[in-house]
């Protein structure tokens, strides 16, 4: 039987005491509830003021129960939650009791029945002040708005981050652009000198040459001269290859920042398989390539080295044979032949002019394919900032799914609660009206005796 008690007493402690003082509300509103948690605060009161008095250490349970229970079973379990502990039909608190936590019960009752007065609470126990005579919902609604305001400034304080990353990386690309422009102009400033030194020695050749000429029989000066200007020929021939291998090695040199960072991959998916793009990987130009979905590493992308003239590929070679006859770029047999924006005088154009205009017209196709890559790094900004975008409104509707799931659960709760002290009170109730009978067929049992004794 005592195992059986302790295990009732378990699990009515097992109640929350912020559940318990809620369930304090209600009583308010009836005389009897009011009567309950009034002798509630009287007997808390007492413990408080004289912890010494046996008296107030003791309760009758059989006459203080049908008071303290009139309404639900919630004065009871906050009388167990300050230390009493029920033994037969007393409830005792035991002399290690925490008198502070009893002191504590008492404000918050009295809060309890000062809160009546202004309307309902908040919550249980202390309520906080800017929320005093708001209803449940209305607080709810108060608390997500604090909510949506506060991952709206962590949406503004992320992206804040991204444009200062985003200028730190336009002003690094500066940088080598830059450093980059700087080491072209080291290297024109190196060809011209290496130029000019090639231009003195063929000087000095030449005057040496003259001089032995004048000095020297006839045939002899002949020979001298033929070999001189041979000699000549071939260094100037030779400054001019190095000059050129110079300048193929420094056009070959691939511009890496016209291309996109490699995590604009990431928000651009391929059209078909086998298309192919080039990113900007650690400073370095690499191929990728997409098939199946994804997008894979080709290799490192390198310059074309640049064409001569007589280099040209074949449409190259007929768009200048075109333009040699007069003729439009595009040559006959196109359906849709664009008309041509030659000059005036093309037709009285050198042989070297009109190439030259091929070159001019085959550049301009080149900055309009640039044009054309600015945009698609611009649109792969736009898409990045929309998928930023995206992932914040997915969050805010994550926290507002969170948020209704955890109302909902609290209702489930707080139904299985009510439903739980309702039984309880069935319980109570009947163990009162048994413990009443009891003490009836007792106070008869009494009074039977006395006549009895009374006749004799």
């Known amino acids: 039987l005592s195992r059986r008690k302790e295990g009732r007493r378990a699990k009515r402690m097992s109640v929350p005491l912020s559940i318990c003082l809620e369930s304090l509300k209600p009583l308010k509103q009836t005389p009897k509830g009011l009567t309950s948690i009034k002798l509630l605060r ?46 037969d ?16 019960l008492v404000v918050q009752v009295e809060e309890v029945l000062n809160l009546g007065s202004s309307g309902s609470g908040t919550g249980a126990g202390s309520a906080p002040s800017q929320y005093a005579g708001l209803t ?3 607080i709810d609604e108060l608390e997500w708005e604090k909510e949506k305001k506060r991952l709206e400034e962590t949406a503004e304080r992320n992206q804040r981050l991204r444009d200062a990353r985003r200028a730190e990386e336009r002003r690094k690309r500066e940088e080598e652009e830059a450093k980059e422009a700087a080491r072209k102009k080291k290297e024109e400033a190196e060809n011209k000198e290496d130029g000019k030194q090639t231009m003195d020695q063929d000087n000095a050749l030449a005057t040496n040459t003259t001089a032995a000429s004048s000095t020297g029989g006839g045939d002899d000066m002949e020979q001298e001269e033929v070999k001189d200007s041979s000699a000549t020929a071939e260094s100037s021939g030779a400054a001019s290859m190095e000059v050129e291998k110079k300048s193929e090695k420094k056009e070959a040199t691939l511009d890496v920042t016209q291309f996109p960072p490699k995590s604009s991959l990431d928000a651009k998916m391929g059209k078909t398989n086998g298309e192919t793009t080039v990113v900007n990987e650690d400073g370095k130009a690499m191929a990728y390539q997409w098939q199946d979905g994804s997008w894979n590493l080709v290799g490192e992308a390198v310059a ?38 030659k000059p005036a005088n093309f037709a009285s154009m050198t042989l070297e002019e009109k190439h030259a205009y091929a070159v001019k017209e085959r550049q301009k196709k080149e900055r309009e394919l ?35 799931k955890q109302e909902k659960a609290a209702r489930i709760a707080k139904k299985k609660l009510l439903a739980r002290m309702k039984r309880e009170r069935a319980q109570k ?6 413990e009443n009978k009891r003490l009836l067929a007792e106070q008869a049992e009494r009074r039977r005796q006395m006549m009895s004794g009374g006749k004799k």
Do not use: C
């Open 42 to 87: 009287k007997i808390l009161s007492n413990v408080v003021a004289k912890p010494e008095e046996e008296k107030y250490r003791k309760l009758n349970a059989a006459k203080l129960m049908p008071k303290l229970a009139a309404e639900n079973l919630a004065p009871i379990y906050i009388i167990e939650h300050a230390g009493f502990i029920k033994k």
């Open 89 to 104: 039909t007393k409830y005792i608190l035991p002399q290690d009791a925490d008198i502070g936590k009893i002191s504590a």
């Open 136 to 138: 449940q919902k209305q």
């Open 304 to 341: 074309a080295k640049p064409k001569r003239d007589a280099d040209l590929d074949d449409e190259m070679q007929q768009i200048v044979k075109n333009l040699k006859a007069g003729k439009s770029a595009a040559g006959p047999g196109t359906k849709k032949a664009k008309k041509s924006k």
């Open 370 to 404: 640039q044009k054309q890559r600015e945009r698609n790094r611009r649109e792969v900004g736009r898409a990045q900032a929309h998928l930023s975008e995206q992932s914040e409104w997915q969050k805010l509707k994550a926290a507002a799914a969170l948020k209704r």
């Open 429 to 434: 109730n009947k163990e009162i009206a048994e």
